[in-house]
């Protein structure tokens, strides 16, 4: 997981490389314990006196340093939105009073106010209703001048009126009312005649609801999608997993999934919400920092103009937890050229609390029990982290940027437990020195960031939504050619859990930040369930695979393709098929028929038993007419349905030949193409 920008850690690196000389570099590779590794680095004199600003300052990408709202940058957003909607161009001035909001300091909350009124205005002329009463609420709230008021109260009654909440539409009509006594700019004229029509309103519509019997509003519309939900029971154990799921353990395996019934292709298997995630830098002014989804209509941050939500609500769980520490210092992140896995480490400390961290830290060692919870430390910690087979050269690189990262928490105010409030300047990283106060959270914070930094090279997923072409007028988005693309990095605990095959049976797709897990094959009871860390056994040659398995997970994998040495689909044979045996004793033996093979009794070359392959074929004969009413369907967007041909196409499939052949990975792949396209996407 590797971000794009070229940043100043790697001559950081260099520079303290070189400055180690081979006392220093034993005395390191001597030392034990994580705690020790970082509090020996963090003391050695070049390391303290180490000026970051000079680095810092010759980096231009990465977002503006220090950090700072503009004012002035701000009004000219705004004043280019309203000459936009005098053209008529209402996206455009949307776009421009989002980059407006972005700027504005908190502090000038009149101006604020009048920014969301007007994209109030511009979402109404867009008919985005219920985004435009938000934006109105939020105006009234900021103290939006009196004396025009009555706009923003008539706004929200039209927006109320169109979306047949009628009984608010009453009371933002009286609102309106009210306000022009206090419209003092308006002419008495253009102010009788509001009053005159808004009243005329009023009584029309409180006749209407007087002979439809006063029926109550249709309850608003909820903005946020809904959180996905297992369908069946969940794993009293793990209860991010279903019951079809068991969590299984031997020595060279470690832990692993298998199956504790049959399982059919479709069933939802895993839901889990990120312990902790990170939206890559280029996304932040697109999504919500905080669920990762796509942003139209964002709100910012009150501090920074980095960062964008999707809600108060999660503008609201971000600065009470990790934003509030993050915000004076992500442009350093990003500046630094640090990979999203290096971010996550560190904010796996800023979501939770100082207290939280000191309380359980001598007790982390001991294997936790109980429920298996997602936002559990503990579970985090005893995830894979293969410290035992690490170089001191992948130690020392890794203690380098924990010294960073800790600098970046006291600067945050961590240690003090307390957000900064005075912005971070050049002056602040002329030095890494840590101050002597802070010792023993030099020594627990490093060891816990040291330990992340590890357990996420094994562990962190991506997270990519589909980006979808825009569709002609009249017809479907098609989101299953669209092309996934990575958008942010996270830890899931009980996904972590599962282990690789390069023919994996299930598929990963995100629900805002929730993890679907899905099976797109049947899986037997007692069968491991595997995901799929990277290389598929289909596109990929075995010895890449083995090769980039080993390089990034350090493991040889041994699953069924590997081990039996499966043909890439491009060189899958077609001229025969692959019976399964079906003799009344289980044989595991496959059955080569030829296609025009004339016998319909073949002999099993193992268990001498006789497979009727006439009868498995007149089982395939509809398979063909299946996957093409399935493609018809997804061609149509209808994915459930297209789902539901393709599920009782392998069905088919399963109970008489033995894979890898084309014709079931086409239908695995197009299952999965649709299981996708339930998942988080962007129009392009």
Not at 383 to 397: I, Y
Not at 459 to 464: K, L, S
Request: proline share 5%.
């Amino acid at each position: 997981m590797t971000q794009d920008i070229q940043g100043f850690f790697k001559k950081f690196h260099d520079n303290i490389n070189n400055a180690i000389d081979d006392v220093t570099r034993n005395n390191f590779a001597n030392l034990e314990s994580n705690s020790k590794r970082v509090s020996y680095l963090s003391s050695l004199p070049f390391i303290r006196n180490y000026d970051l600003s000079t680095d810092v300052r010759e980096v231009q990408v990465g977002g503006d340093f220090p950090v700072k709202k503009e004012l002035e940058k701000s009004r000219t957003l705004k004043d280019e939105g309203n000459k936009a909607v005098q053209k008529g161009d209402w996206i455009k001035s949307l776009q421009l009073y989002n980059q407006s909001l972005l700027f504005m300091p908190q502090k000038e909350s009149e101006e604020l106010a009048i920014v969301y009124a007007n994209r109030s205005a511009a979402l109404n002329h867009l008919e985005q209703f219920e985004e435009a009463l938000s934006d109105i609420q939020r105006c009234l709230s900021l103290g939006y001048p009196r004396h025009l008021r009555y706009k923003v109260y008539e706004r929200r009654a039209r927006c109320l009126l169109v979306l047949k909440r009628n009984q608010e539409a009453i009371k933002a009509f009286q609102d309106t009312i009210s306000a022009l006594d206090e419209a003092n700019n308006l002419n008495k004229e253009k102010r009788q005649k509001l009053r005159t029509d808004t009243k005329l309103m009023l009584e029309v519509l409180n006749k209407g609801l007087v002979l439809a019997g006063n029926p109550k509003d249709p309850e608003p519309l909820k903005k946020t999608p809904p959180k996905p939900k297992l369908p069946g029971k969940q794993n009293s154990q793990y209860p991010a997993a279903s019951d079809a799921i068991q969590i299984d353990y031997d020595n060279d395996k470690g832990r692993f999934a298998t199956a504790s019934k049959d399982i059919q292709a479709g069933e939802i298997l895993l839901v889990e919400k990120p312990h902790s995630g990170v939206l890559l830098g280029e996304y932040c002014k697109s999504h919500c920092q905080n669920c990762f989804i796509k942003c139209p209509i964002p709100i910012p941050c009150p501090t920074c103009p980095n960062v964008i939500f999707c809600s108060e609500k999660c503008l609201k769980v971000a600065i009470q937890s990790y934003h509030g520490y993050e915000c004076h210092i992500l442009p350093l992140l990003w500046k630094s050229g640090c990979s999203v896995t290096c971010h996550i480490a560190l904010r796996m400390i800023t979501q939770k609390s100082k207290e939280y961290f000191t309380q359980i830290y001598n007790d982390l060692e001991s294997k936790p029990s109980g429920i298996y919870k997602t936002d559990d430390y503990k579970n985090i910690y005893h995830l894979v982290a293969h410290e035992d087979k690490r170089t001191k050269q992948d130690l020392l690189h890794r203690s380098q940027m924990t010294i960073f990262l800790l600098k970046l928490l006291e600067l945050s105010g961590y240690f003090e437990v307390k957000h900064r409030e005075k912005e971070i300047n050049l002056d602040d990283i002329k030095t890494l020195e840590i101050g002597e106060t802070y010792s023993d959270d030099i020594a627990l914070f490093g060891s816990l960031i040291l330990k992340n930094l590890q357990i996420l090279q094994f562990n962190a997923h991506e997270v990519f939504e589909l980006h979808c072409p825009k569709p002609k007028v009249g017809q479907y988005i098609i989101k299953h050619d669209g092309k996934s693309t990575f958008l942010a990095g996270a830890v899931f605990p009980t996904l972590a859990l599962f282990n690789h095959s390069c023919d994996p049976g299930v598929v990963r797709y995100f629900c805002g930040p929730y993890v679907v897990v899905r099976a797109v094959k049947n899986i037997k009871a007692g069968q491991e369930v595997a995901e799929n860390y990277g290389p598929i056994f289909t596109t990929v040659p075995k010895q890449k695979r083995q090769a980039e398995l080993k390089d990034q997970y350090w493991f040889d994998c041994s699953c069924v393709p590997c081990e039996q040495n499966w043909p890439m689909y491009s060189e899958m044979t077609e001229n025969y098929m692959r019976f399964k045996c079906d003799s009344d004793r289980p044989c595991p033996n496959v059955i080569p028929v030829p296609y025009d093979c004339k016998e319909f009794m073949v002999q099993c070359g193992l268990c001498q038993q006789y497979t009727n392959i006439l009868r498995g074929l007149k089982s395939l004969q509809d398979t063909e007419i299946m996957y093409k009413l399935g493609r018809a369907a997804m061609a149509e967007g209808k994915y459930g349905e297209a789902m539901k041909k393709f599920i009782e196409m392998l069905k088919l499939y399963d109970a008489t030949l033995s894979p890898p052949y084309q014709s079931y990975y086409d239908c695995v792949q197009d299952l999965r193409r649709c299981m996708l396209a339930l998942g988080n996407y962007s129009i392009v």
